[in-house]
């Protein structure tokens, strides 16, 4: 039994999670608790590798098979040596995306077998599963909007191979997301992510398990 908790969060491109959780990490921290902020993929040396694979618009040829494998090395890389160390130390680990992003995206998006993306998920996460899920919900043309934007940016430049992806792709991972959600409503929180970041940051706030509502 590990002593620490395991938030995640997860939405469609361009749905502000990334800030959120930086928020909502600096927040926790705040209230006196040890936090580690982390991410999928690329939460690691190795998986920062793996990213560069996964997100530059040059692998577009890459086989869906491949793509869902790499994506479990680096879940599996990234729980043995990030946030199963850090839940046995008593730490918040903050992550941005994990298991039900393949869920969503390579299941309900690319129309992988959900059983086995559950049963890889398992095998990846040696059986962790987050304690509560943030799922940031915003309109696809919104989120796309908002995403190509950021790409724009000299940072993002490599990451858009699936910003690239038809409407339609972004709204059956939208649905998926939703899906997901709607199976396991004690885990998981939707939030509309459509507000200002303060806005999504007090909404987020509120629906906070107790012991981290640490400013009420
Ligand atoms: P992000 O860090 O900007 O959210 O980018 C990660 C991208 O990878 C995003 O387009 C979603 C995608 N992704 C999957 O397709 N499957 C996964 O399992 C994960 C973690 C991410």
Known sequence: MSKGF????????GCGKTTQARLLAEYIQNGGRRVVLTREPGGTAIGKRIREILLDPESKGIDSRAELLLYFADRAQHVAEVIEPALADGAVVICDRFADATAAY???????DLELVADLNNTATNGLTPDFTLLMDLP????L???????????HAREGRFEEEPDEFHEKVRQGYL???????DRFKIIDA???????????????????????
């Open 145 to 155: 909007r908002r995403a190509r934007i950021r790409n724009g940016d000299i940072n």
């Open 106 to 112: 390579q299941g309900f998006g690319r129309g992988v």
């Open 179 to 185: 899906t997901i959600a709607s199976c396991e409503t």
């Open 140 to 143: 696809v043309v919104e989120g």
């Open 194 to 216: 459509s507000g200002t970041p303060e806005e999504v940051q007090a909404a987020i706030r509120k629906t906070l398990p107790s012991p981290f509502n640490v400013r009420g």
């Open 6 to 13: 395991f938030i995640t969060f997860e939405g469609i491109e």
